[in-house]
């Protein structure tokens, strides 16, 4: 029991001693390796920079409803956007996706002048539609209005003539019993 009591105590120390060693060992390491590590790190930050800022550059080709405005925006900017030096290996990269961004939103500025002329002369037609058929309504209700009133005056004429028929007939009725009367009442004064 002693002897494992004494064989214990030493592999502790050995153990003691080897993750001392370890530990410095790796303490040297990560304190040799830093400046590659920051190295490291430094050039992923700046690769990171230059695809977004490629990235950046071939964004402006998305382009889903945007305006005229907003089109010639992006290629005025895209235009005065200088790629030079400052992009190190990615010049190329960045000058390729300029051009083809630019490319893009050209063709998408012809599409949509083209599109927003034709919405123009849509917008147009349906206006002129709109006016031809405003001005159709209006000539029907002045047909109407003008039917209206001939028929009116035709009713009025007609009810005119009837009245003056009726009068006449009433007259000619007045007159004819005026006259029967006159002549039954000659007939009695002849009788009497």
Do not use: C, M
Not at 154 to 171: L, Y
């Amino acid at each position: 029991k002693e002897l494992v009591a004494e064989q214990k105590a030493q592999i502790k120390l050995i153990d003691d001693d080897r993750i001392s060693v370890v530990k410095k060992f790796d303490e040297l390491r990560n304190e040799i390796l830093a400046p590659r590590d920051a190295w490291e790190q430094a050039e992923k930050d700046r690769v990171a920079k230059h695809e977004e800022a490629i990235q950046f550059i071939k964004n402006h080709s998305y382009i889903s409803d945007a305006s005229v405005l907003k089109i010639k925006g992006d290629i005025e900017f895209l235009e005065n956007l200088s790629i030079g030096p400052q992009y190190e290996e990615y010049e190329e990269q960045a000058k390729l996706a300029k051009f083809e961004t630019l490319e893009v939103l050209r063709r998408a500025l012809v599409e949509r002048e083209k599109y927003e002329a034709e919405q123009a002369e849509l917008e147009r037609l349906r206006q002129a539609e709109i006016l031809r058929q405003q001005q159709e309504r209006e000539a029907q209700i002045a047909r109407e209005a003008a039917d209206r009133a001939t028929r009116e005056a035709e009713e009025k004429a007609r009810f005119e003539a009837e009245r003056v028929q009726r009068e006449k007939a009433e007259a000619e009725q007045r007159e004819a019993r005026l006259k029967a009367e006159k002549e039954a009442a000659e007939l009695r004064a002849q009788q009497a």
